[in-house]
């Protein structure tokens, strides 16, 4: 089945300092990807969309800048955490739709903590 | 997308069915019920969706009432493996790829 691949699984690092985290369809291709954060205990919260070839569309609240989407391939999209600080500490999670109208397939997440 | 509202928590013995309930009384006529399910430190997991046909795979059940208002997702025999937060979401699935709104689910804790 459809397959959504994420790495670094987890990923420690000193405040300032950048991280990017990718996201793979493994046995489809996807024009969009969404990217979503998770805080303890709490839901899912979209971030931003991710679209194959164009800018990504974000969410009210957050910051382009700080939060930089690449999806260069039908297969690949990229979160970079830029100036990463203790509060951007978090569970970072992306999905694909295998198709237009199917049910998205969601990656197993980045816990990302900055130190 | 609509909204849905879901009890925070429910508990279930292992063997016995799990009935998780969903509102969603502001639901549209082209909308779906979507079904999630997290387990802890993971991504979520799809489980089942329909629009007004009750529907059944080899994960769950899921009944939609005649006037669409709520909805019902069924585990048959609930294991320990099922327990997670399950999240009941409505969303328009029409042309590309729509964005999905997640609400704070059901945290289902299945117990020998």
């Known amino acids: 089945g459809a397959v959504v691949s994420q790495h670094p699984s987890w990923v420690i690092c000193k405040s300032g300092t950048s991280v990017k985290i990718e996201c793979r369809s493994l046995?489809?291709?996807?024009?969009?990807m969404f990217w979503y954060r998770q805080f303890p205990k709490q839901s899912l919260m979209l971030m931003a969309t991710s679209n194959e070839g164009s800018k990504a569309t974000y969410e009210q609240g957050v910051e382009k800048d700080k939060f930089l989407i690449n999806h260069a391939s039908l297969t690949l999209s990229t979160l970079t955490v830029t100036s990463a600080h203790p509060e951007d500490s978090s569970f970072y999670i992306c999905?694909?739709?295998?198709?237009?109208?199917?049910?998205?397939?969601f990656g197993d997440g980045t816990r990302l903590s900055i130190l | 997308d609509a909204k849905t509202t879901q009890p925070p928590s429910m508990d279930c013995a292992e063997g016995r069915a799990a009935n998780l309930p969903c509102n969603h009384s502001t639901i549209s006529g082209n909308e779906y019920v979507y079904w999630y399910r997290q387990i802890h430190s993971q991504g979520p997991q799809y489980i089942i969706h329909?629009?007004?046909n009750n529907e059944t795979n080899e994960m769950a059940s899921l009944i939609i009432t005649e006037d669409r208002k709520s909805s019902t997702l069924i585990l048959p025999h609930a294991t320990l493996r099922d327990t997670a937060v399950y999240y009941c979401?409505?969303?328009?699935?029409?042309?590309?790829?729509?964005?999905?709104?997640f609400g704070t689910g059901t945290r289902l804790q299945v117990t020998l």
């Open positions: 979401i409505v969303r328009v699935a029409t042309g590309t790829a729509s964005k999905l709104t």
């Open positions: 046995d489809f291709q996807a024009t969009t």
């Open positions: 999905s694909a739709p295998s198709r237009i109208n199917q049910p998205q397939h």
């Open positions: 329909g629009l007004k």
